[in-house]
């Protein structure tokens, strides 16, 4: 769609140099994957639609991600490596 002018039809070519670079050499592999995340986005598509089971999923998320707080994170970088103790008014 972007090498055939569908997201710019007042110049079909505008982005033809993307796609070419995309097809002729990923260097980041950008594409490599995509037909996975196509399918898996798929599959979010159907949970989502069920409206219950999606939000139990969401609640679990949202109740497992305590321990991925950046402030964890950053209070343990500074202690392994800068070697600093908690500020008094950090959480």
């Avoid at 140099?17 to 898996?40: Q, R």
């Avoid at 609640?59 to 008094?88: P, Q």
């Amino acid at each position: 769609m972007m090498a055939g002018g569908f997201f710019s039809p007042d110049s079909h070519d505008r982005f033809m140099p993307i796609a070419e670079s995309l097809l002729g050499s990923d260097h980041f592999m950008l594409l490599a994957d995509y037909a996975s995340y196509i399918a898996c986005q798929e599959r979010v598509d159907d949970l989502y639609r069920n409206r219950e089971e999606w939000d139990g999923k969401a609640i679990l998320n949202v109740a497992g991600m305590g321990k991925f707080s950046s402030d964890r994170t950053i209070m343990e970088y500074a202690g392994k490596v800068w070697k600093t103790s908690r500020h008094h008014d950090v959480p």
